[in-house]
């Protein structure tokens, strides 16, 4: 059981009580096994890319950094944590008032507002760290992260290209 404060809590539409919290040096290993059961096009859409497993860079980039990273969990009182997804808002080199957001959630409960508790809770926590604006690049049919960008603020940026989308939005 995780020792951290949560964030958020809330309940997902099939009734999945959640709570969103920092992610700890503890999840790695519970965050590379649980790349392996996302199916592959959940992988796709998120690195745009086939991508079996996560090479050492995709490791160091997810847990070396001081950036916000927050994790998604089905929060049970007698024991572990499980995650359910993660999302970062790494700051981009030079702007220091604006970051990259990234999400991956669990296949099993894609649509079940899961990503929703979590952009809110990144693009708040987003705000206190002195971030204006969230960056999104996505597959241009990958519908989902569009909506949750568009969802926590105003849509300055947002242009489909070569198949791909690169979104910024400011926050409130």
């Not at 995709?58 to 999302?87: N, P, Q």
Request: net charge positive.
């Amino acid at each position: 059981m995780s020792t951290m404060t949560y964030l958020t809590e809330g309940t997902l539409s099939h009734g999945l009580r959640v709570a969103v919290r920092p992610m700890e040096p503890s999840d790695r290993m519970d965050l590379i096994k649980g790349f392996d059961h996302l199916s592959d096009e959940t992988k796709y859409r998120r690195f745009m890319s086939s991508k079996p497993r996560l090479s050492q860079a995709d490791i160091r980039h997810l847990f070396d950094t001081e950036e916000l990273a927050l994790v998604l969990v089905w929060k049970r009182s007698s024991c572990k944590d499980i995650i359910l997804g993660l999302a970062h808002a790494i700051r981009l080199p030079g702007q220091p008032d604006t970051a990259e957001f990234c999400i991956t959630i669990t296949d099993e409960i894609h649509g079940r507002g899961a990503g929703r508790i979590l952009t809110h809770a990144v693009a708040h926590e987003a705000s206190r760290r002195g971030i204006t604006h969230l960056t999104g690049y996505m597959l241009g049919t990958n519908q989902a992260p569009a909506r949750l960008l568009r969802s926590v603020g105003t849509v300055e940026y947002d242009k489909i290209e070569g198949g791909s989308r690169d979104m910024r939005v400011r926050l409130p």
